[in-house]
């Protein structure tokens, strides 16, 4: 607190310093015209404007499944796990197979015909959801076991490394012609895509071909089915993190590890669901990320994985609720800067708004700042 | 004492045998230029692994931006000798010179000066430099204008070979420095953030940078750079002896740097955060001065890239290319010297050459399936990478070897804390 | 203290050495550069050596993408020039010899497309290379190709500056089977304004000089002819959500969308634009050309290509069929030129009559040849000079509807 040349320093020099004018003053600038370039647009076309907050919901719903993965990883064994967008990319080919090759999304209607055709569809794609998800537990579960496990008590350093010949191995064996091919296919979604608009005169459906009616605002079935799987999943985590003995011994082996084994808990175990857990959450992502953006390719796991990963740490990486807000402001920051302020620069712009979070709140936003998990 | 001097004179008489084979066999086209562009690009990457196990294998900065400062180089350097080569005009050199000169001056005398007066933080400080860098960079480009019709004069009297390896030479060093001012700027505030944070946040600077580049000709206004279309007409003048020079010079650069006390600083870092403080060591200082210099070798290594295909395009700086030094530094053994370049060699030498020629006919999409599994098996075998803590007579016995630092013996220090605590202690 | 001194001193004998041996730095851009001035003098050696072993086969490299981000668009190349190889050698091959084509990956990308490049000339002692697909890596290739006068035809690099040095001037053994970006531009401006569309808006992807290059092309040439471009949005070829954009376009009434990208990067859009309420006629380039395109998504666009499949030429009739035959899907673009410049080059061989690079390259300079994608010959820049059709994509299939002359 002493200044100890206070003398010889002018008040306005020592007010400057001691309030941190000149380094908050580049920050509330930056944030300034963040914020007046939006006002500006929110006043100019409101209805333009919430119609991209719309599509930042979408993608920051998809972002905080891939990011729920990350972060139970990431809180338990403190490791950036690489090869996650890639278990989530393998999600995506599994429920693809599912849907074109073993026609899963039918099989209600096909063994029943009887049943409402509606329950059908849900059914349906419910099993190609668990397919994928079984799936990806399995192959994180066996990567881990193979790949991880054996660098525990090495630098966490290789694990990272492994983690990046995982991904990479994922990404050019799937890429091989007799396994996913390298071809871009178009994925085929379970069901028909619906759009809806709203306005001041209620919701009606959009017909195929028909413009936007101006003043509305639209949004399509994709869109309810993204939140709504999202907010159940991330709901199921959080209740299997709090009230599971599985989670309580991965509370336990995340804030602990040595005392936790002490206790009589498996902690190589708890690593191992941990991975299997957090990877059928990518599995189901993956095949929300293909139906929200119809396309599955052997690359495709990369981005979204590191932008997820981005959005974990933005939020505290650890803390689930953490990972489901930075989802939520990475898909709203790229979006609204793509739309905004610069289109080339949305990733720049992404990564900008992470360094400063982290600069104010060095841990995220929802992380704890006084100590980090062992 | 007498072992260091043995040591060292096996490390300059071996490397004068490695530059006088390997230039004879060059001669003499036993290796052709296959070989020669291989080699050399290892060479590159040893420079640019060196800077990088210097952040972090010495220093423990978990560090992905070490290509983002490649990059920074490699199209400062092509630009200026662009400009020399192609347009006969020395300006790229003198306003790089200018803007490195004017500020690395002002950043020192800031320095110096924000030293005296304490307490101010590391944001504030950011915004002071910043202040000052797009000051001095706007003065450079009126110097640089005015001077360039006489020294573009002067160079041109000199036989142009001269000339050319001269502003290829100037380029280089500028290419560093200006690489190590970016990274002393923005180092500056993400360099208080956590291993992890700050490894994002690099690999955010990584990722920012390729935008840059994609858009050099319409947002940063240099149509020469031709953004995403790529830069052509760059003289290829990296040769064996520039590239050999510049590794040796890196090898020792880091190798007396860890001998002095500085070193022992920057090591003290790595093992424990708050014992160095305790120490009285200026934990700042120490992880900035190291990331300088790091990049300052990423940069240098970046304009002998630059130089090499005489073709730049920002793909080549992609962030999923920025794994590779880290990919080097870890396989060749962190924290150890002989084992980055040795691994720099190995990693251009098996994933561009020897798998090129060994895997057969039709299975040429499998390279980059072998390649992970080597790095997988390599990795579960020697954990500690392919040479450990091992190190040439010349390098030996100077760095303590790398503390494992094991989550089940002692908790990884906990670096957020520190980070805030520098700050009120500052205040 | 004293070690320093003696590192001092090893360093200084270092600098020596190497002063001392002057032809060292200089020996190396020695035995790169002037080889361009006496390309003559390096084929008098060649043959020289080739000329008693004629009965082996002729070896023609492939550089193409097969590791990187995009592998299927080398695969699709690799097919396509393997099919002219196959079918050459079926016929016997060129001056009685057979035909040998070496598959090596290139990424893509500068450095790997350097070393491969390498690697078939010096290890496989290749003198024509076919490749690379990307122009990003085609560029480093074509100034090694040049300098060692090895024949470079590239099947789809359209960056202007891959055929022509620095100066402007031709490469003289550089060449390439593809438009080069304004043509296309301008067909499909022209195509636009004919169809009365007055207001479009341009999607391009930053990072790709394909797509910028027909972007820029097109909205020069759509607002010579009268039509005006309200908007212009750039994205990247890693991103998939292209909401943000396509709600600027919806909101901004374009009544066409030119999005010249590859199929990849189309269907995604197209699927979302339907979400979106896009109502913009979707075109592009011949990018779209792919049996994956997805023809859902881009149902009612209009894209120019090189050839339409329902063109009654026998030559395409064949193509269509053998490739469906071979590899089970039409051959999209990349593959189609691949095949044709593979075609070319096996042909300028034959015309040239000898094993000779250079007689090759200036063979090739003159060709008139009657390919997939229409009659080729090259200008002085070694662009192609070829018509483009228009096809649309409309209820699952592409049809043609117009040919814009060149």
């Known amino acids: 607190m002493r200044a100890s040349t206070a003398t010889s320093k002018s008040i306005l020099l020592e007010y400057i310093i001691k309030r941190r004018w000149l380094g908050n003053g580049l920050l509330i600038l930056v944030g300034l015209f963040a914020v007046y370039r939006l006002a500006v647009e929110l006043i100019n076309n409101p209805i333009l404007f919430f119609q991209q907050v719309i599509n930042g919901l979408q993608l920051g719903f998809v972002y905080a499944l891939i990011a729920l993965g990350y972060t139970m990883v990431y809180g338990i064994v403190r490791l950036i796990n690489f090869a996650h967008g890639d278990v989530f990319m393998v999600g995506a080919f599994i429920s693809f197979y599912g849907v074109t090759r073993l026609q899963l999304h039918t099989w209600v209607s096909s063994v029943f015909p009887s049943f409402p055709p509606v329950a059908a569809q849900i059914i349906g794609a419910v099993t190609v959801v668990l397919l994928a998800m079984v799936t990806c537990s399995v192959l994180a579960f066996t990567i881990e076991r193979v790949?991880?496990?054996?660098?525990?008590?090495?630098?966490?350093?290789?694990?990272?490394?492994?983690?990046?010949?995982?991904?990479?191995?994922?990404?050019?064996?799937?890429?091989?012609?007799?396994?996913?091919?390298?071809?871009?296919?178009?994925?085929?979604?379970?069901?028909?895509?619906?759009?809806?608009?709203?306005?001041?005169?209620?919701?009606?459906?959009?017909?195929?071909?028909?413009?936007?009616?101006?003043?509305?605002?639209?949004?399509?079935?994709?869109?309810?089915?993204?939140?709504?799987?999202?907010?159940?999943?991330?709901?199921?985590?959080?209740?299997?993190?709090?009230?599971?003995?599985?989670?309580?011994?991965?509370?336990?082996?995340?804030?602990?590890?040595?005392?936790?084994?002490?206790?009589?808990?498996?902690?190589?175990?708890?690593?191992?669901?941990?991975?299997?857990?957090?990877?059928?959450?990518?599995?189901?992502?993956?095949?929300?990320?293909?139906?929200?953006?119809?396309?599955?390719?052997?690359?495709?796991?990369?981005?979204?994985?590191?932008?997820?990963?981005?959005?974990?740490?933005?939020?505290?990486?650890?803390?689930?609720?953490?990972?489901?807000?930075?989802?939520?402001?990475?898909?709203?920051?790229?979006?609204?800067?793509?739309?905004?302020?610069?289109?080339?620069?949305?990733?720049?712009?992404?990564?900008?708004?992470?360094?400063?979070?982290?600069?104010?709140?060095?841990?995220?936003?929802?992380?704890?700042?006084?100590?980090?998990?062992? | 004492m007498k072992k260091i001097q043995r040591g060292t004179l096996v490390f300059a008489i071996g490397a004068i045998l490695v530059f006088a084979i390997i230039q004879v066999l060059l001669s003499l086209q036993i290796l052709n230029s296959f070989w020669f562009t291989i080699i050399r690009i290892g060479a590159v990457m040893a420079i640019v692994s060196l800077g990088l196990n210097l952040i972090y294998g010495f220093n423990g900065q978990f560090s992905l931006g070490q290509w983002a400062f490649y990059a920074i180089g490699a199209y400062a350097s092509a630009d200026a000798t662009y400009r020399w080569t192609q347009l006969h005009s020395a300006l790229g050199v003198l306003v790089l010179l200018f803007a490195v000169v004017l500020s690395g001056v002002a950043i020192l005398l800031i320095g110096r000066w924000v030293s005296r007066i304490r307490g101010m933080d590391a944001l504030s400080q950011f915004a002071l430099y910043l202040i000052a860098t797009v000051l001095l960079v706007w003065v450079a480009v009126l110097l640089g204008k005015a001077l360039d019709a006489s020294v573009t004069a002067f160079l041109a009297s000199l036989p142009k070979n001269v000339s050319l390896q001269i502003v290829f030479f100037v380029c280089i060093i500028l290419a560093g420095l200006l690489a190590a001012e970016v990274s002393f700027l923005f180092g500056l505030p993400v360099l208080t953030l956590?291993?992890?944070?700050?490894?994002?946040?690099?690999?955010?600077?990584?990722?920012?940078?390729?935008?840059?580049?994609?858009?050099?000709?319409?947002?940063?206004?240099?149509?020469?750079?031709?953004?995403?279309?790529?830069?052509?007409?760059?003289?290829?003048?990296?040769?064996?002896?520039?590239?050999?020079?510049?590794?040796?010079?890196?090898?020792?650069?880091?190798?007396?740097?860890?001998?002095?006390?500085?070193?022992?600083?920057?090591?003290?870092?790595?093992?424990?955060?708050?014992?160095?403080?305790?120490?009285?060591?200026?934990?700042?200082?120490?992880?900035?001065?190291?990331?300088?210099?790091?990049?300052?070798?990423?940069?240098?290594?970046?304009?002998?890239?630059?130089?090499?295909?005489?073709?730049?395009?920002?793909?080549t700086f992609n962030f999923i290319k920025s794994f590779d030094p880290l990919i080097i530094v870890v396989f060749g053994g962190l924290g150890s010297v002989t084992g980055t370049v040795a691994a720099s060699f190995a990693w251009a030498l098996v994933l561009e050459g020897f798998l090129r020629l060994w895997l057969p006919e039709g299975f040429e999409t499998w390279r980059f399936v072998v390649y992970p599994l080597l790095l997988l098996i390599m990795m579960l075998l020697k954990p500690n990478g392919l040479l450990g803590n091992y190190e040439i007579a010349y390098l030996r016995n100077l760095i303590p070897p790398l503390r494992n630092k094991n989550e089940n013996q002692t908790p990884p220090p906990p670096p957020l804390t520190v980070a805030t605590d520098t700050q009120e202690v500052k205040s | 203290?004293?070690?320093?001194?003696?590192?001092?001193?090893?360093?200084?004998?270092?600098?020596?050495?190497?002063?001392?041996?002057?032809?060292?730095?200089?020996?190396?851009?020695?035995?790169?550069?002037?080889?361009?001035?006496?390309?003559?003098?390096?084929?008098?050696?060649?043959?020289?050596?080739?000329?008693?072993?004629?009965?082996?086969?002729?070896?023609?490299?492939?550089?193409?993408?097969?590791?990187?981000?995009?592998?299927?668009?080398?695969?699709?190349?690799?097919?396509?020039?393997?099919?002219?190889?196959?079918?050459?050698?079926?016929?016997?091959?060129?001056?009685?010899?057979?035909?040998?084509?070496?598959?090596?990956?290139?990424?893509?990308?500068?450095?790997?497309?350097?070393?491969?490049?390498?690697?078939?000339?010096?290890?496989?002692?290749?003198?024509?290379?076919?490749?690379?697909?990307?122009?990003?890596?085609s560029i480093p290739v074509s100034e090694i190709a040049e300098e060692k006068g090895i024949v470079q035809i590239s099947p789809t690099s359209t960056n202007p500056t891959v055929t022509t040095k620095a100066d402007g001037t031709a490469k003289k053994f550089v060449f390439r089977a593809c438009f080069i970006d304004p043509f296309q531009g301008l067909a499909m401006a022209k195509f636009a304004t004919e169809k009365g569309y007055k207001t479009a808006f341009i999607m391009l992807d930053q990072g790709n000089d394909y797509v910028r290059g027909l972007a820029e092309a097109f909205e020069k040439s759509f607002t010579e002819l009268g039509g005006k471009i309200v908007g212009k949005e750039t994205y990247t070829s890693q991103d998939t959500d292209f909401s943000a954009i396509l709600t600027k376009v919806a909101e901004s009434k374009a009544e066409v969308l030119y999005l010249p990208d590859y199929y990849n990067i189309v269907n995604l859009v197209g699927a979302q634009a339907k979400e979106k309420g896009v109502t913009a006629v979707m075109m592009g380039g011949d990018g779209w050309d792919s049996a994956d395109l997805d023809l859902k998504a881009a149902d009612g666009g209009f894209f120019s290509n090189h050839y339409s499949p329902e063109d009654t030429r026998p030559i395409v009739q064949d193509w269509v069929k053998n490739y469906n035959a071979k590899f089970g899907s039409t051959p999209d673009a990349l593959a189609t030129l691949a095949y044709d410049a593979t075609n070319i080059l096996l042909a300028s061989i034959e015309k040239a009559g000898v094993d000779d690079p250079v007689k090759v390259a200036e063979a090739m300079a003159s060709i008139e040849w009657e390919g997939v994608s229409g009659k080729i010959t090259f200008d002085e820049q070694h662009n192609p000079i070829k018509s483009a059709a228009v096809l649309q994509v409309k209820d699952g299939k592409v049809s043609f509807v117009a040919s814009v002359a060149p």
Not at chain 1, 299 to 324: H, Q, R, Y
Not at chain 2, 266 to 287: C, H, L
Request: charged residues 15%.
């Open chain 3, 1 to 137: 203290m004293k070690s320093r001194v003696l590192l001092s001193f090893v360093l200084l004998v270092t600098l020596v050495l190497a002063a001392c041996q002057p032809a060292a730095p200089t020996e190396a851009p020695a035995a790169e550069q002037p080889t361009k001035a006496p390309a003559a003098e390096q084929p008098t050696e060649a043959p020289a050596a080739e000329q008693p072993a004629s009965t082996e086969p002729i070896k023609i490299a492939m550089l193409v993408p097969l590791s990187g981000p995009v592998p299927t668009f080398g695969v699709s190349t690799r097919d396509g020039g393997m099919l002219a190889v196959e079918e050459w050698n079926a016929k016997g091959g060129v001056l009685g010899r057979k035909i040998e084509a070496v598959v090596e990956d290139s990424q893509c990308t500068p450095d790997p497309a350097v070393n491969a490049a390498n690697k078939v000339i010096d290890t496989d002692k290749v003198k024509y290379i076919v490749g690379e697909t990307c122009s990003s890596a």
């Open chain 1, 147 to 374: 790949a991880y496990k054996p660098l525990r008590n090495a630098p966490r350093i290789s694990a990272l490394i492994t983690a990046i010949g995982v991904s990479f191995f994922l990404e050019y064996f799937g890429a091989l012609s007799f396994v996913f091919s390298p071809n871009f296919i178009t994925y085929k979604r379970p069901f028909d895509v619906t759009t809806w608009y709203l306005n001041k005169g209620g919701i009606a459906s959009l017909q195929s071909g028909q413009a936007i009616p101006p003043g509305s605002v639209i949004f399509s079935n994709i869109f309810v089915i993204i939140v709504i799987s999202s907010i159940l999943l991330m709901l199921a985590l959080q209740y299997i993190v709090r009230n599971t003995k599985v989670g309580k011994a991965m509370r336990a082996a995340a804030y602990d590890k040595p005392t936790a084994r002490l206790m009589g808990i498996n902690v190589d175990g708890i690593i191992s669901v941990t991975f299997g857990i957090g990877a059928a959450f990518a599995g189901a992502a993956g095949m929300l990320y293909a139906i929200a953006f119809p396309q599955v390719f052997f690359w495709m796991g990369i981005i979204p994985g590191l932008k997820a990963f981005v959005a974990a740490v933005l939020g505290g990486i650890g803390s689930i609720p953490g990972a489901f807000v930075g989802a939520l402001i990475m898909g709203q920051a790229e979006v609204l800067s793509a739309a905004y302020i610069s289109t080339p620069m949305r990733d720049a712009i992404a990564f900008s708004i992470l360094i400063i979070v982290l600069l104010i709140r060095p841990t995220g936003i929802f992380g704890e700042p006084t100590r980090e998990k062992a």
């Open chain 2, 194 to 315: 956590g291993s992890d944070y700050f490894g994002i946040a690099t690999l955010g600077l990584t990722i920012i940078v390729k935008v840059l580049l994609d858009n050099s000709d319409t947002m940063l206004g240099f149509p020469e750079m031709k953004g995403a279309r790529g830069m052509i007409g760059i003289p290829k003048i990296t040769t064996w002896f520039w590239v050999f020079t510049f590794l040796i010079l890196a090898i020792v650069i880091t190798r007396n740097l860890l001998l002095s006390s500085y070193g022992r600083a920057i090591i003290s870092v790595r093992e424990d955060e708050i014992a160095a403080k305790a120490m009285g060591i200026d934990i700042a200082f120490y992880k900035t001065l190291t990331f300088v210099i790091g990049s300052f070798f990423a940069g240098v290594a970046g304009a002998l890239y630059a130089h090499i295909n005489g073709f730049l395009h920002p793909n």
